[in-house]
């Protein structure tokens, strides 16, 4: 069985509704899973993040353990500026202890995102939490373009799941769905392979 660890920030909600459809696929997939928030840092004042951060209550806040127990990794952000969320990248800040010792080796890790705008930052936050995925030495896997459900309307970038939430809130399109279910089952069978593949450490 394949430990898959959903984590996430979001401020009104539709990273979070892109992580929840991870989670659902990679259950579906017959994987342990945990989905995991990272918490609110400070009030953002964007409409309907007061309500989001009500709402998730009930799921467990992200922790170090929740990397270590995984074996694939999917890491979703709202576009800022650009970039990663600053509250998920504060949590990243925390793993170097984690992962200076070796413990994020062999781990497929992919990422999803969120944003406004049509060509608004999605990739490039995506491609930003990569440069992370590197120092971790994990594996970083791409959805490609190689799967028909890429290329349907509101799908379409070759990194990882995204969505143009326009100013709805919690909004994510049907299509997008269909993408990162996709992109979890790819990131399951690339961690699975990992984990065969993996060095047996010897006991000290």
Not at 103 to 113: D, Q
Not at 194 to 199: M, T, W
Request: charged letters at 15%.
């Amino acid at each position: 069985m394949t430990n898959v660890a959903v984590i996430y920030y979001s401020s009104t909600g539709s990273t979070y509704r892109l992580a929840r459809a991870a989670a659902d696929a990679a259950a579906e997939q017959g994987a342990e899973v945990r989905l995991r928030r990272v918490p609110e840092t400070a009030a953002t004042g964007r409409p309907g993040s007061d309500e989001h951060a009500a709402d998730a209550l009930e799921i467990p806040e992200a922790s170090v353990d929740d990397l270590k127990w995984a074996d694939a990794v999917l890491l979703g952000t709202p576009v800022h500026f650009g970039l990663a969320a600053p509250q998920l990248m504060q949590f990243i800040n925390t793993t170097s202890s984690l992962s200076i010792h070796g413990g994020l080796l062999h781990k497929a890790v992919s990422a999803f995102a969120s944003g406004s705008a049509e060509h608004g930052g999605q990739v490039t936050a995506i491609l930003a939490l990569h440069n992370a995925v590197c120092h971790w030495g994990s594996v970083i896997v791409a959805t490609g373009s190689a799967d028909p459900v890429l290329y349907e309307k509101n799908n379409g970038n070759p990194y990882g799941a995204s969505t143009v939430a326009g100013n709805r809130i919690g909004f994510i399109h049907d299509e997008n769905v269909g993408a990162i279910a996709y992109q979890t089952r790819r990131t399951i069978h690339v961690a699975a392979a990992l984990k065969a593949a993996a060095p047996v450490r010897a006991a000290a």
